[in-house]
């Protein structure tokens, strides 16, 4: 065992957690991506259900990108 085994293994789980988080996220931009353009379709890009749309996969893209940084920091560390 090495000097803090408890710190790995606790690393470890939140990476897999961060894992988990991404995967469902990106699952939510995929969606979100798809009702967006039935929304531009259907009503027009500039309709305020489009618009408010868009605005919610802005906040995906940057929860997702914002742990995909936090993994890839634990992984320089």
């Known amino acids: 065992m090495g000097k803090f085994p408890l710190k790995r293994e606790l690393s470890k789980a939140l990476h897999e957690q961060a894992a988990d988080n991404l995967s469902a996220i990106d699952q939510a931009i995929y969606e979100k991506r798809q009702q967006l353009n ?20 802005d906040e995906l893209i940057n929860a997702f990108n914002k742990i995909n940084k936090t993994i890839d920091m634990d992984k320089n560390k």
């Open 38 to 57: 039935k929304y531009a379709r259907t009503y027009g890009l500039s309709d305020p259900r489009c618009l408010h749309c868009s605005m919610e996969l």
